[in-house]
């Protein structure tokens, strides 16, 4: 049975936590680059976007020669999908190429796990359509940890787009295995009801401040026009009642911090001053994404061998 | 023409309320008697039914035989041998084949293709409007002519709330019923699920349960303003159950049919992401599973009907979002119906023969469903104990599709009659 990483939802709390453990072994220390290891030497991995990705792309790619393995990337529109092949058989064809995992990202919601029904070769989830983001969610962890906070009893508010985000539901998930509180924030429109049902430790509010009063991670979403399909709120309207300014930080508690999983649209929701504030660590979440996705394909390639012969 | 003699068979039927050890003598494909202790003529067929129930042949109002147009998902005749290994010796195929039945020439040809390949009974139903579209009016009163026996843009329903009064107007004056898949589709657009906190966990857009009633109370609505026979395909949501139970108790001429699946399974017994769980209406939520089950109890809802859907294994196998709606259901409709209503008591087997016979026929006004003396001998025989597994890929149907493959069943159909002839036996 292949074990790759397809969402949050289905991994116990200690899965999550040997991650986030080793991926900070992976941190580079002192103003260095990422090391070098030979950890997944001879071990080859496809990096299947079939959505347009800078960052998560790239930081699976770094991840991957980090750690000594061969990457190969593959952007869909320069596939045989646009030659309408589908997507087992564009699936089956990479996977006859016997590499030892493939990264994929689709903007259909349960792509991967349609799949994984179908291969053998392990599948990591770099997103799928409005479910889950389980990388993202996992570096989130991470640069949260690494504030000195713990999980626990943390008030976490998410803000922006919840009904189209991957990156909340992971999150959630994440976030409610480990007895955070998350608020989940945003126009009713993109905040349904049934979000209080996914995991235990869930609350709803459409109104920003109460989201953010006390908050000890302020968590602000893209808003993902391409993924709506009705009319919304006008961009000047949701600035106003959804975009985070620096006036909102003096709800939160004193050490919060703001997060964002990029690419951030400055003046949308989240205002130039507060996404470069000393609050902001924006960034620290690029770089933890290389250490978090070092980890995860560590713990799904490692032992597994491009000849096919498993080490143990 | 065969004689047949099915003995001892415990013969329940609905209609004259018979219900007791009995045997069927069926002579040029009518029924000629039901009594005890008939004897066979020399050279008549003879079925042993000692243990099985033996009822009118069952109907299938709602089904999608593909032809024309689609036969490389079903045919009339592999459809038709999938009703007849379900028990059911009467189908009504929809009007969603390309062309659209929309015309007297479609229809016909149907008629035709059945009468020469099909193994049971087909009764066409024809399109509202002209290729479903929901402008403007088909060839109606020509395709009841030429047989068809109710109207409905099934899949496409009539958004138009005027086109769909005159279709109304029409249909009563034809003494036809309107039949209506409902979904306003400006509030299901896009979903691929029903809308709660299982397509929200999953991140599939919903097709909210409002979208089912919304159509249901305008329609009702209607069919009170014009008088028409109304009929609500595969009911799903609990709003709906309680206005078509209010429908009726103000004497409105409106009835309903549940799909088996409807009966069997809520949005949270779908294996994630795959497409043999994603049909139109969706899976709901469990309080409307309760609400479906309760109105057949209750008699809000009239008939069961399958919904019966191939689609090929090129179109299922895809990401969810991109495959289309439908499931198989001809061969497990028994043994769901036993296993949802009769085995736990909710109902007794005379109620789901009813449901399967004289409900159908009633609806569409078929000279069928009874074991009355002279009635076209088409004969359902089925056991509500033998044990069997449903293999998908042993189907008679040209596709695969059922979220019910190696599902285990106590009970199921034994034989199928059709005009006098065994068309199907174990």
């Not at chain 1, 087992?88 to 994984?116: E, K, W």
């Not at chain 2, 074991?371 to 293999?391: K, M, N």
Request: aromatic share 4%; glycine share 8%.
């Amino acid at each position: 049975m292949a074990q790759g990483l397809l969402g949050i939802e289905a991994l116990s709390r200690e899965e999550i936590q040997a991650i986030l453990d080793r991926a900070k072994d992976f941190q580079p220390r002192d103003g260095q680059s990422f090391r070098k290891y030979d950890l997944l030497r001879d071990r080859m991995v496809v990096n299947l976007f079939f959505e347009t990705s800078t960052r998560t792309r790239t930081s699976f790619e770094i991840a991957a020669k980090r750690l000594g393995a061969d990457s190969v990337s593959i952007t869909a529109s320069a596939s045989s999908v646009t030659k309408g092949e589908s997507l087992v058989d564009t699936l089956n064809t990479l996977a006859a190429m016997r590499p030892n995992a493939i990264i994929m990202r689709h903007a259909a919601s349960g792509a991967p796990h349609f799949l994984q029904r179908h291969l053998e070769i392990p599948i990591i989830n770099a997103g799928d359509g409005t479910h889950e983001h389980p990388t993202q969610a996992l570096l989130d962890a991470r640069t949260i940890l690494d504030r000195g906070a713990k999980l626990e009893g943390l008030r976490v508010a998410i803000i922006g787009d919840i009904a189209h985000s991957r990156v909340a539901r992971s999150n959630v998930y994440l976030l409610s295995k480990f007895g955070a509180n998350v608020v989940l924030c945003g126009p009713a429109s993109l905040l349904p009801e049934a979000l209080k049902q996914i995991a235990p430790g869930v609350t709803l509010t459409t109104n920003m401040d109460e989201a953010i009063r006390d908050a000890d991670v302020i968590m602000m979403l893209r808003v993902q026009l391409e993924r709506q399909h009705e009319p919304g709120f006008s961009a000047s309207e949701y600035f106003q009642f959804y975009g985070l300014r620096l006036e909102h930080l003096k709800l939160a508690h004193p050490d919060a911090i703001v997060m964002h999983p990029g690419p951030i649209n400055r003046g949308r929701e989240i205002s130039s001053e507060a996404a470069d504030s000393q609050r902001s660590v924006i960034l620290n979440q690029v770089e933890n994404g290389i250490a978090v996705r070092m980890a995860v394909l560590e713990r799904v390639m490692a032992g597994k061998k491009t000849d096919g012969a498993t080490t143990h | 023409m065969a004689r047949l003699l099915i003995k001892n068979g415990r013969v329940i039927d609905a209609a004259s309320r018979h219900d007791g050890v009995a045997d069927v003598w069926i002579e040029d494909g009518v029924i000629k008697g039901v009594g005890a202790n008939l004897t066979a003529p020399a050279g008549a067929d003879v079925f042993d039914a000692t243990g099985l129930i033996v009822a009118p042949g069952f109907i299938d109002m709602h089904v999608h035989l593909r032809e024309p147009g689609f036969e490389h998902a079903e045919t009339i005749e592999s459809g038709s041998r999938a009703a007849a290994a379900g028990g059911f010796t009467s189908v009504c195929p929809m009007p969603n084949t390309k062309p659209v039945n929309d015309n007297a020439t479609v229809t016909s040809y149907m008629i035709e293709k059945a009468r020469r390949h099909a193994v049971v009974n087909v009764f066409p139903i024809g399109a509202i409007t002209k290729g479903s579209a929901g402008e403007e009016l088909a060839a109606i009163g020509s395709m009841k002519q030429a047989g068809a026996v109710a109207i409905s843009d099934d899949g496409r329903p009539v958004m138009n709330a005027r086109v769909m009064r005159r279709a109304m107007e029409f249909a009563r004056s034809l003494g036809i019923p309107v039949i209506n898949h409902c979904e306003d589709l400006h509030l299901s657009a896009g979903g691929d699920m029903h809308e709660g906190a299982e397509s929200v966990r999953l991140g599939l857009r919903g097709i909210p349960g409002c979208s089912e009633d919304v159509m249901v109370a305008r329609d009702i609505l209607l069919a009170e303003v014009t008088g028409a026979r109304y009929h609500v395909a595969h009911i799903s949501s609990r709003h709906s159950v309680e206005m078509v139970q209010f429908a009726k108790s103000k004497g409105l001429a409106v009835t309903a049919e549940a799909t088996p699946h409807h009966l069997a399974l809520a949005d949270r017994d779908m294996k994630p992401y795959d497409s043999n769980y994603k049909m139109k209406p969706p899976l709901r939520g469990c309080s409307d599973v309760t609400a479906v089950l309760e109105g057949i109890v209750n008699g809000a809802i009239d008939a069961i009907a399958t919904d019966h859907a191939p689609h090929p294994g090129s179109e299922k196998m895809q990401e969810f979002e991109s495959c289309p709606f439908g499931i198989l259901g001809l061969e497990t409709a028994i043994g769901i119906t036993l296993e949802q209503l009769v085995h736990p008591g909710k109902i007794g087997v005379a109620r789901m023969v009813e449901l399967f016979t004289i409900g159908p026929a009633r609806i569409l006004g078929l000279d069928r469903g009874t074991l009355a003396q002279g009635a076209p001998a088409d004969v359902t025989v089925f056991s509500t104990e033998r044990e069997w597994t449903y293999d998908v890929n042993k189907s008679f149907s040209k596709s695969r599709n059922s979220p019910f493959d190696g599902k285990m069943f106590k009970g199921g159909p034994v034989a199928t009659v059709v005009a006098g002839e065994v068309v199907w036996k174990i």
